[in-house]
Structure formats: C-alpha cells, structure tokens
C-alpha cells in the first residue's frame, strides 16, 4: 500500500463516521406527519424550517454522502491501477 491508499483509507473511514453520527442526529420523519394531519404545516415555525439545526444536518448529510461515493470510486480506481 503506497501512502495516497492509506490517506483515502483514512477519509473514506472519517467521513463515515460523519455521516452515521449525522443520520443519528437528524429528527424522525414521523414528527412532520403528525404536524400535517392536525393542521400545524403551516405555522411561523415551520416557514422557517430551512434555517434550523435539522436542515443543517440534512445539507451536511449529503454533501457527505456525495465525498463518500467519490472517495470510494477514488480507492476502487486505485485498486484497480495496482
């Protein structure tokens, strides 16, 4: 293993890592739907919705998810070269 494998080894274990501590920290989907059938969709808090903790953690959620797949198609490719 030539050091650029082992430093990808690295990122593709850490951002891992970022993204189940993220998916961990997002909020159930099911709290949304109750606040729908009772009529709560449309209250002040949930208009600002894209400015909270949870569509932050959703944003990170997938730009992780993105470098993941590129660094694991990067370390296949590497393989693949050897």
Same mark, same amino acid.
């Given at each position: 293993?030539?050091?650029?494998?082992?430093?990808?080894?690295?990122?593709?274990?850490?951002?891992?890592?970022?993204?189940?501590? #993220?998916? $961990?920290?997002?909020?159930?989907?099911? %709290?949304?739907?109750?606040? !729908? +059938?009772?009529?709560?969709?449309?209250?002040?808090?949930?208009?600002?919705?894209?400015?909270?903790?949870?569509?932050?953690? #959703?944003? $990170?959620?997938?730009?992780?998810?993105? %470098?993941?797949?590129?660094? !694991? +198609?990067?370390?296949?490719?590497?393989?693949?070269?050897?």
């Amino acid at each position: 293993m030539n050091a650029l494998e082992i430093i990808i080894g690295i990122l593709v274990i850490l951002v891992s890592l970022v993204i189940i501590a #993220a998916v $961990l920290l997002q909020q159930g989907r099911r %709290a949304g739907i109750n606040g !729908a +059938i009772s009529g709560g969709a449309d209250t002040f808090l949930s208009k600002n919705k894209a400015r909270t903790f949870d569509a932050l953690i #959703a944003r $990170l959620t997938k730009y992780f998810a993105i %470098a993941f797949f590129v660094l !694991a +198609i990067v370390a296949n490719i590497l393989a693949l070269n050897k």
